[in-house]
């Protein structure tokens, strides 16, 4: 373990797992939203080093400064690729299909079903979990990572399939899938 200090983090002692195949980076920490609240809404905030030199300690706290900019950009993202017909459109689709009938999603949207419940769906998506990978540059492309659900709330269920938008270390979109 070795102590580093990180907007929203400040002091923390890094965890250290030896790197391995599924396990690319050695260092990280973690901040859980039930103790983090961003923008009033609990956030899970994840990162993740290859070695902590200066230069990523630097590059990531940079990132945490800029972490309502990053979710404001998730945001757009995840509308403009609805309005396109994408992935995050299809995410929804299936949800009308298969979920919103079974408990507890229920009450997630208002019943009857109507042409209006993939935008009421659209407007509750919300980041719940930001992961940061300070990797070597022949690791992966990938720096950001940002899950978005319809609620924080493991047991809820809604976090069992999310929408995973991957960014760039410019904050350029990267991709956009489900996971779960």
Known sequence: MKKITLPFFGTVETEYEKPS??????????????????????LDLHVH???????NIAMV?????DLGKIIDIG???????????????EDIEEWIEYHL???????????PITEDTPIELLRLYRVVSISIYALDKTKSDDYILMDYAF?????????DNVVAISLDKNYDLIEIITDG
């Not at 690319?24 to 609990?42: C, H, M, N, Q, T």
């Not at 609620?151 to 976090?159: A, K, L, N, P, T």
């Open 21 to 42: 195949k599924d396990f690319i980076y050695g260092y990280s920490a973690d901040l859980w939203g039930d103790e983090f609240k961003f923008r009033e809404k609990p």
């Open 49 to 55: 080093f290859t070695n902590l030199s200066e230069e």
């Open 61 to 65: 706290a940079s990132t945490l400064n």
């Open 75 to 89: 945001q757009k993202l995840l509308e403009e690729d609805y309005y396109a017909g994408k992935t995050v459109k």
């Open 101 to 111: 009938d079974e408990e507890p999603f229920k009450n997630l949207v208002k019943k």
């Open 151 to 159: 609620d924080y709330d493991q047991d809820s269920g809604c976090r």
